[in-house]
């Protein structure tokens, strides 16, 4: 499937994007960040000549921030926050056919993720267009900035500190190369790479905040961070959608700044060369430092044709550490215990498959790092399964966990589990 998944290069409203010093911390859509066309035909054509000066001080102080020299720079387009709504929407429906937001969607529902009654596609264009307050566009090479007022004020400055920054990474590291675009049915993946470019960015951000914001304008971020309607559709997210927009910041902070800990900038540079490639590796570095990649699983090609005539695959997609945590939380597992069933995650591959009439069947097998790690998370999902009210089936067999999640009219719990067992026994075909 097309996974839903955030690959816009944002700057979040400062209640996301780490604007204090210690931020703490889906599959999201597509979101490829927007063309020029709809956004500047609005928007006006650059900043005042006073504002421009900011603009040229700001660039050469995250340049020695980051250790990057920019060869040329572009000037930022000013919005409101009504024209980026609109191209936010726009821009959201040509880069997510409706097809393929309906699979995310699926696959959603059928871990209980999302409410029966949801639109993923309402969902995130509500919290996009109440959260983001800059992006910058690697495909069209502009950088645009949302102004409350049409003035420069600390927080027009810092967010611009933080999309400059992607400025940069794009001039050296060519951004589009990074494959988010490719990565349809890896959210996991995308989620990773996204966090080593939102986590570098956020670094910079905060340190030229630091630098360079008095304590007044410091207090005005903050105010600004807590407006009661933004806050409001915070609060009415689902997690999913939440938290996966969160970690790329949160946790691609913690990250870049164990690689720059180590190496500095030229770490950091290395990095954008090999991306991490899981969630895993971001919320534990010293996995990415060994070069310790997922366990890759593949499900069968015939899989949707073993539970009968009428069967066929629909979606496919990676969870990954992050997304099996969260899923266990909202199953009401504790979240420490959420935390260490998912911390011995190794890989993950599911298929949504169809039946007739409503009736599907979400297959998940996971790779574990030892048998132990394998009947924590069994241990775990299955009482997640049981706290979001799902009919489900796990098994386990050494270190491979492999659940079924059926609706409608699917197959019997014995002949699903004979299915689920042969795929977590080493010699399944």
Request: aromatic share 6%.
């Amino acid at each position: 499937m097309s996974a839903p998944r955030l690959i816009r290069l944002i700057a979040l409203s400062v209640a996301l994007a780490a604007c204090s010093p210690a931020p703490t911390g889906s599959r999201q859509p597509t979101n490829q960040p927007p063309g020029s066309t709809s956004s500047t035909a609005s928007g006006s054509p650059g900043p005042s000549a006073d504002d421009a000066t900011t603009y040229r001080q700001i660039a050469a102080q995250v340049q020695a921030l980051r250790g990057l020299d920019a060869a040329k720079r572009v000037e930022p387009a000013i919005i409101d926050r009504t024209t980026l709504q609109s191209n936010l929407q726009a821009e959201f429906d040509k880069d997510n056919p409706t097809t393929e937001i309906a699979k995310g969607e699926a696959i959603e529902k059928a871990l209980g993720l999302l409410p029966v009654a949801a639109s993923l596609r309402d969902l995130y264009v509500k919290l996009q267009g109440s959260q983001v307050i800059g992006y910058y566009d690697p495909t069209a090479k502009q950088l645009f900035l949302v102004s409350h007022d049409g003035g420069l004020g600390p927080t027009e400055r810092l967010t611009y500190a933080h999309e400059f920054t992607h400025e940069l990474q794009d001039e050296h590291f060519d951004l589009n190369a990074l494959g988010l675009k490719q990565l349809h049915d890896d959210s996991d993946r995308g989620l990773a790479i996204l966090s080593l470019v939102e986590g570098d960015a956020v670094g910079v951000q905060t340190a030229w905040m630091s630098a360079n914001l008095t304590p007044g304008e410091l207090a005005e971020v903050a105010a600004e961070a807590s407006d009661p309607a933004m806050v409001a559709i915070l609060a009415g997210m689902p997690p999913i959608l939440l938290e996966t927009s969160l970690f790329p910041y949160s946790g691609g902070l913690s990250f870049v700044g164990v690689l720059r800990a180590q190496g500095g900038n030229a770490a950091v540079d290395a990095a954008f060369g090999r991306p991490p490639a899981s969630t895993e590796q971001i919320l534990h570095p010293e996995k990415y430092v060994a070069g310790e990649g997922p366990v890759a699983i593949v499900l069968p090609d015939d899989l949707a044709a073993r539970f009968g005539a009428g069967w066929t695959e629909y979606a496919t997609d990676t969870m990954g550490e992050l997304q099996i945590r969260v899923w266990l939380k909202q199953g009401g597992i504790d979240g420490a215990v959420a935390r260490s069933a998912a911390a011995g995650w190794g890989g993950d591959r599911m298929v949504l498959v169809r039946g007739t009439g409503t009736s599907a069947i979400l297959v998940f097998e996971s790779a574990w790092d030892s048998a132990g790690d394998a009947g924590e998370f069994r241990t775990a999902a299955v009482q997640a399964i049981a706290g979001l009210g799902l009919d489900g089936t796990v098994v386990a067999d050494g270190q491979r966990v492999v659940i079924g999640l059926r609706r409608g009219g699917a197959p019997a719990g014995a002949a699903l589990e004979a299915t689920l067992r042969a795929l977590a026994s080493p010699n399944a075909g």
